[in-house]
Every structure is written in C-alpha cells, then in structure tokens.
C-alpha cells in the first residue's frame, strides 16, 4: 500500500465551464469506499499546497476529481493551468465517514448534493454500491447556472440503466433549464416538488438521506428534515436517517 506523496501525471481532462474541471490522473486508487476522499498537492514558491477532495471514480479506476476554481485559493490557480501530461501531487491515502458502510439500510435512499459535493455519490454510482441495500436511489444535484450540472448524461445513462431504481432530479436556481427544476433545493423540498419528482414522500421509516456540498444548505435540509418530515442525523451510538458531509 502506498502511503506517501505520488506523482501522478494528469491522462484527462473535462471542462464544464472556465471555473469548473474534472481532471483524471494515471494513479489508480485501489484502496478507498466510495464517499472517502483524498488529498491533492501542488509545490508552490516551495511551500507544498494540499486541499482535501472526494473522489469521483470507483477503486480500481483511475482517480478522478471535480474541482472548482477558487480566485484567491493557492491550489485551485495553478491546478487549473495543468494541462494532459503534467504531474499533479497525490497523497493516496483515503479517509472520511461519508461512506455507506455507516447508513443504515432502508427502501429509499437520498443522495442530494450542491456544486462539487456530487463528487462521492457519482463514485458510490459507479461501483454499484447502493444497489446491494436499497431498493430506490433518488439522486438531487443543485447548482446556479445549468451548464454546472456536471455528469448530466453520465447520471441519466444510470437511471436509464435502473428504470424506476434510480431518479436524477437537477435543480437550477439562477435560470431556468430544460429538464432541471428550477430553485433552490431547499425551496424544492418546502414545496414538495422533490418528493413529486421521486413519487414519494419523505418518512423516518422508510427513508435514509445523505446530504454533500455548502454546509448552509446542509443546515438548512437538515433542520427542514427534522421539523417537517421526523428524520434525525445518523450517528453511531444513535442510528437516524440523514448524513452529512460538509465541504467547506
């Protein structure tokens, strides 16, 4: 097991818009579960820059990363000048709890995400994870403009594959687009139009929900959940039905 530093020279890259990039290094990540993330690194000026990022592919593949530029970040600049054939710096190590091993199992599981915080629900997709316990995945991916709905036709290509296992419900708060709700998804959970998009209403007994992405819209679902529909977060001594993964 490799447990050090690596360099691993970029093979791929996608850009969905100038801000935000899917890069695919030559590294294959064996040793991880769906949901855990890893490190990234980039020498600058000498000084080693690393941020924290979920993976977006399954083990076994190459790893895969979603990343947003951030203006004044010190990794995001420079890691968006690489281009195919420049090493990037991996520390393979995995860690983090975002995982299904502690979800508890249900009929119906939720995967709603903002922005990049997609990245460990298209991992757990690939490797088929959430197919050996639950019967129903309802996959929810909120951002601001449409063309930041990343995977788009990755993710429709699973449902269709899955017809009536899994719904991919896009929500788009600062434009309308075609297929995509439009709103905030929170303002989609208040007014019914996730649980009408999935056919089904949200319940303690029947329902397990993983939040990712902005903490604000993560405190904000979670407080929702618990007033209106009974849920509770899930922890280890206290089994409920919503996990968290904050992302900043």
Known sequence: MITGWLESPIVRRHAWTPDLTSVVLEH?????????????????????????????SAPGEPAEFLVVRVEDGLLTPPLFGKRVGDPVLLLPRAAGYFTLRWVPDAPMLWMIATGTGLAPFLSMLRAGAPWERFGRVVLVHGVR????????????????????????????SRERTPGALHGRVTTALTE?????????????????????????????????????????????????????????
Not at 30 to 49: K, S
Not at 145 to 172: C, F, K, M, W
């Open 28 to 56: 294959r990540l064996e040793d991880f579960e769906p949901g855990q993330f890893v490190n990234l690194g980039i020498d600058v000026d000498g000084r080693r820059v690393k941020r924290a990022y979920s993976v977006v």
């Open 145 to 172: 403009q449409g063309d930041n709905l990343a995977y788009r036709d990755e993710i429709s290509t699973h449902a269709a594959q899955r017809p009536g296992r899994l719904v991919y419900v896009p929500v788009v």
């Open 192 to 248: 019914g139009l996730l649980e009408e998009a999935a056919d089904h209403r949200i319940g303690p007994e029947t329902d397990q929900v993983m939040l990712c992405g902005n903490p604000a819209m993560l405190d904000e679902m979670e407080a929702m959940l618990q007033q209106r529909r009974g849920l509770h977060v899930n922890r280890r001594r206290a089994p409920g039905q919503v996990t968290l993964e904050r992302y900043w």
